[in-house]
């Protein structure tokens, strides 16, 4: 039986500060994985590596969710994610719907107002979610956009719409935040002590769903996203435990693993540090340990960002005990 940990933060986003971050972090576990196997540099995006999972030339999903959620067609759909945009010195960084708690109500009364003050434009948004909003366009947007998994915690200067009309979306970008900054539901928000929903992130653009095809039997995780196209590539898998458990059937099984991820993208560096030995303890070590046990007969580990690698162990792997275990600080790119 074979796992593939794909775990997002494992090494942290801004690779020349990495090693320094991590030189003192005490992973045994995972520096033996590592280690003893075979590893490459890969240095993949978020969104990358969600297509590679299920089998997509590119995330172009909002069709694929705006079908799942129910909402009839369109001739071209994209997502407009809820965000929250805080501005640090001379930049814009974004937080998602994982920073906020939004109430379907106040989700129904921004879209009230964004469809219309839209609605000369042909754009209209709904939100079968709170935390999922769409938008049906007339006619292809003409735009290119950037994924949210690579944007969250980042500034959104280097991801605004680019193409023959991402100056036009970044118009209405422009214009829906000051619809927002100034609306009720931001403000009774902010009264409370509440990240307001400043900006919205448009992404995935699509007219018809994909086919999603996975090469794993089963994806488990518990991101909502990579849960929804999990099942709808026929592979969706329990949310994986908060301890390491073996999931039974053989095969090849991915397990998605983020207790870094929020704390690698909000550039938080305690959190991050905390999240890589909770990892360590509830996942790699005993993962190593059903390993050198023969429960598993070879474990991947894959992360993305530009110190984003790929590494294979196997059984035989650990008797090679001239190889010696590699720290995580030696990975990064020199």
């Known amino acids: 039986m074979k796992y593939t940990l794909f775990v997002p933060g494992l090494t942290w986003l801004d690779s020349d500060a990495g090693p320094e971050l991590c030189k003192d972090l005490s992973l045994p576990a995972l520096s033996t994985l590592l280690g003893r196997g075979q590893w490459r540099s890969e240095p993949l995006s978020a969104s990358e590596m969600l297509c590679r999972t299920f089998g997509l030339p590119q995330p172009a999903l909002a069709a694929n969710l705006a079908h799942a959620a129910g909402l009839a067609p369109a001739a071209s759909w994209l997502i407009a994610d809820p965000v929250n945009l805080r501005v640090d010195r001379d930049r814009a960084l974004l937080g998602d719907i994982g920073i906020m708690n939004l109430a379907q109500d106040e989700a129904a009364a921004l879209l009230a107002s964004l469809n219309a003050f839209f609605a000369e434009d042909g754009l209209v948004f709904h939100a079968p979610t709170p935390a999922r909003w769409f938008v049906a366009l007339p006619e292809a947007s003409g735009a290119e956009f950037s994924a949210l998994p690579d944007v969250i915690g980042e500034d959104i200067n280097h991801h605004l719409p ?34 307001t929903v400043n900006s919205l992130w448009f992404w995935g653009e699509a007219s018809q769903p994909q086919p999603l095809v996975s090469a794993y039997p089963a994806v488990h995780s518990h991101d909502p996203l990579w849960q929804q196209l999990a099942q709808q590539a026929g592979v969706g898998g329990d949310s994986p435990s908060y301890a390491f458990a073996l999931v039974e059937g053989g095969g090849d099984v991915l397990i998605h693993l983020d207790a870094a991820e929020g704390a690698a993208q909000f550039r938080d560096v305690w959190g991050w540090r905390e999240g890589l030995l909770q990892l360590e303890r509830d996942w790699f070590a005993p993962t190593l340990a059903a390993l050198q046990q023969g429960r598993l007969s070879e474990v991947q580990l894959c992360c993305h960002g530009s110190a984003g690698l790929h590494s294979r162990t196997t059984r035989l792997d650990l008797w090679k005990l001239w190889r010696r275990p590699l720290p995580l600080s030696k990975l990064y790119p020199q």
């Open 162 to 195: 680019k193409g023959a009309n991402g100056m036009r979306w970044s118009r209405f970008l422009n214009e829906l935040q000051m619809l927002l900054y100034t609306h009720p539901v931001n403000e009774a928000r902010e009264a409370r002590g509440e990240p």
